[in-house]
Structure formats: C-alpha cells, structure tokens
RNA sequence: UCAGAGGGUCGGGUGGCCGCGAGGUGCAAACUUCGAGGAAAGUCCGGGCUCCAUUGAAGCAGGAUGCCGGAUAACGUCCGGCGAGGUGGAUGUGAAAAUCUACCUUAGGGAAAGUGCCACAGAGAGUAGACCGCCUUGGUUUCAAGGUAAGGGUGAAAGGGUGUGGUAAGAGCGCACCGCUGGUUUGGCAACAAAGCAGGCAAGGUAAACCCCAUCCGGAGCAAGACCAAAUAGGGAUGGCAUUUGGCGGGCUUUAACGUCGCCAUCCGGGUAGGUCGCUAAAGACGACGGGCAACCGCCGCCUUAGAUGAAUGGUCACCGCUCAGUAAUGAGUACAGAACCCGGCUUAUAGACCCUCUGAUAUA
RNA sequence: CGGGGUGUAGCUCAGUAUGGUCAGAGUUCUCGCCUUGGAAGUGAGAUGUCAGAGGUUCAAACCCUCUUGCCCCGA
C-alpha cells in the first residue's frame, strides 16, 4: 500500500474539452471498455510519462442534475479505489456513465470497474 | 373514529470505515470549524449592484399595469373593503321572485370619443324589421294596399320586464311597481351603498379587436465589470492650448450641457490564454414586547449561517424512526429535487407526517 | 447563465395578418379498374384530443395566462 501511495499522491483531472476528446478518440490509439453500468476510455498520455489523469461525464440522457451528480461521485469513488493499483502509469482514462449507474448495486458496479480496468491494462 | 374541502408547518435520525471543498492554527506533518432547498427549478415580474463618457428636460414610438384604500425599497406581489358571479342554509310563497346570512371565485377603467366584427339560420343583427299571425279597407275564391312588435318561428343575442288601462288590432301610447339614466341629500378617506326627486325608454354584445383615458418604464447584464499579466496586432496614456463653424455620440426628434475628431509636450506600454477580485453581514435569521382587523411596522435581546469554477457539500455499511402487506417471522417503500452575484414575490413538482377551521357519516354519553 | 424560434394526418407542410362555413394539400396506407403478373396510371376511401391545462367570447387550431417537448444563437 505504501508503494502505491508514493507512486501516486493524487490523481489528476482532467478539465477541458480537447483533453476529453483526445482519449475518447478512436482513430488513435485509444482504448474502451463498455459494460452495463459504465464505458471506461483509456489512452497513453502525448508527452507525460508517469501520473494518471482521470475524468467523469454523464450525459443529459441519464436524467436529471440530481441522477448525473450522483453517478459522478459513484464513479470518482470507484476510480479512487481502484485506479491507483489497477491503471498504468502515464495514461488517462474516462469514466462514462451509464442510466444505471445511478442506481444500480455498489458491488456490481465495482466488480464492473475492476473488470474493465484489468482488461485495459 | 372515518371521509372530504380549505389554510399552515415539517419534510428523517445516530454511529463506523473511506473521501471532497473552503476558512483558521502551523515551517511541515497534522489538527480543528463550517459545508444545498422549500422549491436551490421555470426565468414569469420587481429591486439592489455593475457598465454603457454624461442619462438632464420635453415630445414621439414601444412595452406594462388597470374597482377602491392600505402595506412595501419596489412589484403584475400581499392585506382589507366594494361590485359581480356561484354554492349551501334561513325567512317567504301555491310555485317563484325577493330579502338575510355563511363559504368560494373574480385580468373588474371607458361600449352616449370614434372605427371594426357579430358566421350559419332568420323577414329583420344595430340610423331596426312585416315571413306566419292579428286588424282595417277594396275585391270578396286565390289576393292587393295599409296599420301593427302583443303571439309564433330563427338564433348565442330580436331594441326594457310584469300588470293594467287603452285600441279596429296594437304599441311607454298613458299609469303602478321593478329596471335604466341624470342630478340632489345622507353615510363612507374612497370604490360604493341607501333614500327620495326628475326624465320618459334612448343607450345590444365584444376593448384577453383596434382604440381612448390614467399611472409607470433608458439599455444591457456577474459570461456585468475591475486589476495582474505569456502571445499577437497596432500605437496608447497623461498634461497644456484651441473648441468659430462642422461631423460623430441615447430606439427616434428637438433642446441644454458635455465628450470626441485638431496641434504641441512628456511618458511607455498593450491585454489574448491564464490568474486574482467582484463573492457573500444582508430591505439577514430567531425570540419577547408594543401598535394595527390584517399585510406589516417599531423597539429590545440574541446569533453569524455554503461560496465551488469540467464545478465541493459525498460513497458505503449497520441500527433506529415512519408507511404498507402479513397472526408473526419478515418483506417492500421512504417523495420532488442540487446553490453559481444577492434579495422580495409568482408559477410549477412533491412520498409521507403533524396542527387548525368547516362539512358529512358512525359510535358513545 | 442569458436571448430567440417552433409543436397541426404515419411523414413533409398550408391554414393563425381579419376567431365562424374549413380542419386542408402532397406523400403514405386500404380496396377496385387496367396488366399474363408487377410498376406507372386512374377511381373511391381511411387517417387528427390542432403539444397539455385553464380562461375571454354566442363560438378558439387562431386571442390571453401557465406548463411541457424539441431546435438554434451569444461569450
């Protein structure tokens, strides 16, 4: 546990707009896991070689700003468990939520979480 | 006790583990305090605040409001009253009308300032009108001329209503009551109400049709705006002189004042990415007392209560509440919904719980 | 956050300036005729809570108020 905390203080964010799109691109070479409750995107960072940067989206067709805050606290908390040991150094990723990402069973959505990092890594 | 209507209040709690944002202490590690709503929503109104150089005056255009009085910073909001309409009850009656009372609703100025519209049906739809009917005269079989708005029929609406006199038949043609209009008196701050007088039936509906009248309104909005500042383009800022004429500068016009377009001197910055401020103590919440029918106001005490910016205020587990089903064990459900400059309202969404008032049913006394 | 537009047959749209006869056109669909059969053509028919609720009016797709869905624009 302590080699994870020295290898990853904090998890980075990411912010704007161009960032989102140039992991969710699929021309490059980005990657994608989908499941029930969540799409989890991935790609190697252009010029940064260590650290994580992750980011959460959840479209208006999900529900209303109640739903889409909810799913997004769900899916900070699952990347901040399972992120730091399961993702590799120097890429970002994108949390996608899903309209059962809401409301779905915690278990399940981080067994989901897991599968889908294991598979990307 | 149950059901319904109206109004008001609340709208889960405790603990463990792991986290987030802001403030404070600290070199740091860390510790500590605080951290969504009644609608935060829709953006439908009204303000504060900021900029538009100045936002002065008059008018036009445009928009909004619209019984009266009050509250308020202001409002299209709120409170009280008036008129109108509806429902129930009582009096009354052969039945009604009418009167009184309780509750609810109400965008409710002006239709004798003017214009428009009133389809279809119907004889006629707004300076009335003769289809049937009724009456008179002529002819006397059909019918023709005239009078007539009582009756029929059409229509959402047929140009006061009921009764009586009158008449060839009728008609406000006369009269009584009701309605209407005008002015008077009384009560009321007023809207308006009541009383009695006069007129003599004219004046249909529609202004959420144009319009008229009264009152109010400059525009844009915190993505306002101010400051620090990579890049890029171009000059920019300050001071002095001149400011006669002219041009430009509010949605438009006129007018008043002003700014700028000119010249000279001095100085060096400029402001996009990014960052900081604006940014939360305020028409503030709570409680007592006093004034007021009330909205609300005054005074005193006490408290400080989110401030993010791809956007914190959480995730998960356990227990307890509450509701429903079930004899029980137990199971299911626990709403609507997330601040983004800040206030006052309106509208819309909302599981469930509690309180007050009224009505009905049942039971008991 | 602020500003604007729009909703009518299964689909694409008229009709709303001035409320009434009027809810209509094209396309689609159904059934005939034509053809050996199909397409095209031709004749007849079907299809609507005028986005929802309330109000004004004798009368509302149209006027007024509120709600709701979709679309566009500004930095």
Redesign the pocket.
């Known amino acids: 546990m302590s080699e994870t905390t020295q290898t990853f203080h904090k998890l980075g964010?990411?912010?704007?707009?161009p960032e989102?799109l140039f992991v969710a691109n699929r021309n490059g070479r980005s990657k994608y896991a989908a499941h029930p409750t969540l799409i989890v995107q991935m790609r190697k960072h252009a010029t940064r070689e260590t650290g994580i940067n992750c980011?959460?989206?959840a479209t208006k067709k999900i529900g209303?700003?109640?739903v889409r805050?909810?799913a997004?606290?769900?899916l900070r908390?699952c990347a901040?468990s399972y992120l730091s040991h399961l993702g590799q150094d120097g890429h970002d990723y994108v949390f996608i939520a899903r309209q059962t990402t809401a409301t779905c069973d915690?278990q399940t959505l981080c067994d989901q979480t897991q599968k889908a990092l294991l598979r990307l890594k």
């Open positions: 964010r990411l912010r704007t707009r989102f980011g959460f989206t209303n700003a109640v805050n909810r997004k606290r769900r908390e901040r915690w």
